[in-house]
Nanobody
Framework: QVQLVQSGGGLVQAGGSLNLSCVAP????????VGWFRQAPGKEREFVAT????????SYADSVLGRFTISRNNAASTVWLRMNSLEVEDTAVYYC?????????????????WGQGTQVTVSS
């Protein structure tokens, strides 16, 4: 079982910023796309952002476009999600996930390994 380890998150006021990180074993990480998803209470897990194996392609949900940035460093087997201009609606548990192939999509079914989740709470 491959384990992705997340860190970051926490409590921030609206308009603030947070950084999330996700680390995974290099053998299962460096050739795969990585995505971030989030799940708010009572809602389904939703796509946030994804990055291809070589960082050549990124994609964002409309709700975070222009505010969030996904990046990766394969030498460190790490993917980050930089979240700026946070809104109360961004409050959720955030998950990183390793895609089944070199490019991940927007559906959770396209990912086979998941992080443990980290809480992000944005207060008004």
């Amino acid at each position: 079982q491959v384990q992705l380890v997340q860190s970051g998150g926490g409590l921030v006021q609206a308009g603030g910023s947070l950084n999330l990180s996700c680390v995974a074993p290099r053998r299962t990480f460096n050739n795969n796309g990585v995505g971030w998803f989030r799940q708010a209470p009572g809602k389904e897990r939703e796509f946030v952002a994804t990055i291809s194996w070589n960082a050549g392609r990124t994609s964002y949900a409309d709700s975070v476009l222009g505010r969030f940035t996904i990046s990766r460093n394969n030498a460190a087997s790490t993917v980050w999600l930089r979240m700026n201009s946070l809104e109360v609606e961004d409050t959720a548990v955030y998950y990183c996930a390793s895609a089944r192939g070199a490019v991940g999509g927007r559906e959770p079914s396209g990912y086979n390994y998941w992080g443990q989740g980290t809480q992000v709470t944005v207060s008004s």
